[in-house]
């Protein structure tokens, strides 16, 4: 299964099977996650059999449980780190789903474990995401239209309506699609809206979902 696909078979899901990642299966997110890390300057790790960080209130609270098996999406502390971790991190949810994995998203209602991944000087945490044999396969979530989320017009290009609802198939925080594209000549321009919670990193999720499904690359982006 490809990216792309993965994009129409993913759902969040936050119950998972007691049960370890498969060895070839773990040789393949660290294979993975060193190529994402050389690209973007991350330092995203996979957090093995470690399941203090979901045992705690607000884990219980989000109805996470069985989770054992996270990425930590470590950076640079500066202005980019969130759009970069939720870029990065949707490809590594995606690629995960390939690999017959279960992911979730997850911002606060986990405990951070200190000695559980490594966070180097100048480095944060910017978010989680939970990894593992899912008890199912999760559900599809309401959505927006594209004409909520966009300028998309009977006589917009295919490309652009491809990306437009493929990133309507993004997870974003909340579920509440906080995004707006824009065509511009032959480029796109992509905000979060004011008030969106984890408004920049789910930005970068949408785009990562937007250049898969329109065949684009970030160049695409307007500055």
């Known amino acids: 299964m490809e990216l792309l696909q993965a994009i129409y078979e993913r759902h969040s899901v936050r119950a998972y099977e007691d049960r370890p990642l498969a060895a070839e299966t773990v040789q393949a997110l660290e294979q993975y996650i060193g190529q994402l890390n050389a690209e973007s300057g991350l330092h995203i790790q996979l957090v093995k059999n470690e399941p203090k960080a979901f045992d705690c209130t607000l884990a219980h609270y989000g109805k996470f449980s069985g989770v054992s098996n996270y990425f930590a999406l470590v950076g640079q502390d500066n202005a ?97 699609q906080k995004f707006r594209f ?28 937007f250049e898969l499904a329109s065949g684009k690359d970030h160049t695409i982006w307007m500055k």
């Open 80 to 176: 980019a780190l969130d759009e970069l971790c939720g870029y990065y991190g949707e490809k590594l949810v995606l690629y995960a789903q390939t690999l017959g994995l279960n992911t979730c998203w997850v911002a606060l209602t986990y405990k951070k474990i200190p000695d559980a991944f490594r966070v180097e000087a100048g480095e944060k945490l910017g978010i989680v995401i939970s990894v593992g044999y899912g008890k199912t396969q999760g559900k599809v979530r309401p959505s927006k239209s594209a004409e909520a989320v966009s300028d998309l017009a009977a006589d917009s290009p295919d490309w652009y309506r491809c990306g437009v609802e493929a990133a309507l198939l993004a997870p974003t925080a909340v579920n509440q």
């Open 182 to 209: 824009a065509l511009r000549g032959e480029q796109v321009a992509a905000k979060s809206l004011p008030f969106a919670p984890c408004g920049k990193i789910d930005l970068g999720i949408v785009k990562c979902h």
